[in-house]
Every structure is written in C-alpha cells, then in structure tokens.
Nanobody, 127 residues
C-alpha cells in the first residue's frame, strides 16, 4: 500500500524558512514524479513544485512563478523522501501543503495527473 506522509509544517514569521518532508512507502519513488501542491482556505489547490525523472535527462524540477528563487524541491532516494525547502516565506504562502506522486505524469503541474496524495501539513506565515 502506497503512503505519503508530510511533515515539517508549522508557524513561521515572514522572511523565515521551513523545510517540508514527504516520506514515501510502499514503492520505490526514485523514478516517480513527485509534486508539492498547496491549498489556502477558500481557494483551489495550487501547484507549487515538482520533480520528475526521465531516462534521458534524469531529474527535472518545475516551480510555480510565485515561488521561483525561494523554494527548492529535492529528493533523497536512499530515504524515499522528497523535500521542499521554503525560504523568504510570505504571508501569502500560508496554506496546507500536500505531497503527491505518480509513476508518470503528462503535466507535472496538474493535480489530476497524480495518483497518490499525502494528508497535508499546515504552513502558516505570520506577518
């Protein structure tokens, strides 16, 4: 059974940093696409970042424009874990952050392309 478990959320002041982790089990995720999405109250789930693998180019990363230069997605295959390092956080980054995974995605930014989801972790950025 596939499980994704997020951790690392919390309350932080604007300008601070957090690192989210998503630990996977039930599969070896090294060749899976892994994505981070977020959902703020009253808003739709939004793509944040993704990392996908191909035999041709290895891992490739994707970011929504609003987090480029501030967030970094990475993975540790030995730990079957993907990370989201979030720096220079802003109050508008406040949301529940979800990890998602799929063996193959057509569009890494589209939630419907992902098969497995974690339960989410709350990130609150105080102004």
């Amino acid at each position: 059974q596939v499980q994704l478990v997020e951790s690392g959320g919390g309350l932080v002041q604007a300008g601070g940093s957090l690192r989210l982790s998503c630990a996977g089990s039930g599969r070896t995720f090294s060749r899976y696409a892994m994505g981070w999405f977020r959902q703020a109250p009253g808003k739709e789930r939004e793509f944040v970042a993704a990392i996908s693998w191909s035999a041709l180019s290895g891992d490739r990363t994707y970011y929504v424009d609003s987090v480029k230069g501030r967030y970094t997605i990475s993975r540790d295959n030995a730990k079957n874990t993907v990370y989201l390092q979030m720096n220079r956080l802003k109050p508008e980054d406040t949301a529940v952050y979800y990890c998602a995974s799929s063996i193959a995605v057509v569009n890494p930014q589209r939630p419907d392309d992902y098969e497995y989801w974690g339960q989410g972790t709350q990130v609150t950025v105080a102004s």
